[in-house]
């Protein structure tokens, strides 16, 4: 059946309409200082509830899901935004300490401080 | 009074201030297509367009734009002359350099269907909600005829 409604949207679940699957890469920047990496995400509509971070060694992984639906009864009669989901897979190759992550999100801006692992940290070597 | 002599306008005088190349036009375009493409790669920060929603129903419209990380403060919204004014203010900073980026963008009210006093704005989770609510003119009406 979802095959069908796939293939011909008309015959999907109406009431299912609103979560499409579809996902989309929010914007994001990369700063980087000798200690740490900070990413900085746009997640407009995005509330601290469908938020989903993960770090790992080998990436770190964004799922966001929009907390405003569409009330009942309204009609788009303008649209510049997608209804999706917002995923961001960033790949850093151990370069990160997966327990030093600190992350806040406020007025619909992620901002995450992930501090390098100590191999990546500048070492400053005594000279005798 | 001074007799200038007449010349037959031709195409190529006509054309001057355009006569760098006949491609002008062209390039333009292709340029404007290109940076339209590639404004998405813009930094998150410093983008200046942002989006948004309309949305309607029986008794109000109401406009969702996606602003996050502005200051809320900063955040106008002005009703004039049929046109709903939306401007904010972002100030984004690398290490001690602060840079402030405006945001503005308008939308077409055709004027008479808003209450314009009762118009009310919220912000929240980066996204401005504003709410038009309609005058009973404007208000979808049903009537019930009889049919005698």
């Known amino acids: 059946m979802s095959l069908i409604s796939s293939l011909i949207p008309a015959l999907a679940d109406k009431t299912a309409a609103a979560d499409t699957g579809l996902k989309v890469a929010p914007r994001y920047e990369i700063n980087e200082t000798p200690e740490s990496f900070s990413l900085l995400v746009h997640l407009p509509g995005v509330s601290k509830d469908g938020l989903e971070l993960n770090v790992d060694q080998a990436e770190v992984r964004l799922n966001a899901r929009l907390a405003w639906r569409k009330p009942e009864g309204w009609t788009a009669l303008h649209r510049e935004t997608p209804d999706a989901t917002y995923e961001l897979v960033l790949a850093h190759e151990s370069a990160v300490d997966a327990d030093k992550v600190q992350a806040e999100l406020r007025d619909g801006v992620l901002r995450v401080t992930l501090s390098k692992t100590a191999a990546l940290k500048p070492r400053k070597i005594a000279v005798d | ?148």
Request: charged share 30%; net charge neutral.
């Open chain 2, 1 to 148: 009074m001074r007799i200038i002599r007449y010349t037959q306008p031709s195409g190529r005088t006509y054309c001057a201030p355009l006569a760098r190349s006949p491609w002008t036009g062209l390039e333009a375009e292709v340029n404007r297509l290109f940076e339209a493409a590639l404004s998405d790669t813009a930094p998150a920060e410093t983008a200046v367009r942002f989006p948004l929603d309309i949305y309607e129903d029986a008794h109000l419209t109401t406009v969702r734009a996606e602003l996050p990380g502005v200051d809320r403060a900063a955040i106008s919204v002005e009703l004039a002359d049929g046109t709903l004014q939306i401007g904010a203010k972002r100030v984004h900073k690398t290490g001690d350099r602060e840079e402030t980026v405006e945001l503005r963008r308008s939308v077409r009210v055709p004027e008479g269907t808003v209450q314009a006093d009762k118009i009310s704005a919220a912000y929240e989770n980066g996204v401005l909600t504003v709410t038009l609510p309609k005058r009973e003119e404007a208000k979808p009406r049903k009537v019930t005829v009889a049919v005698a």
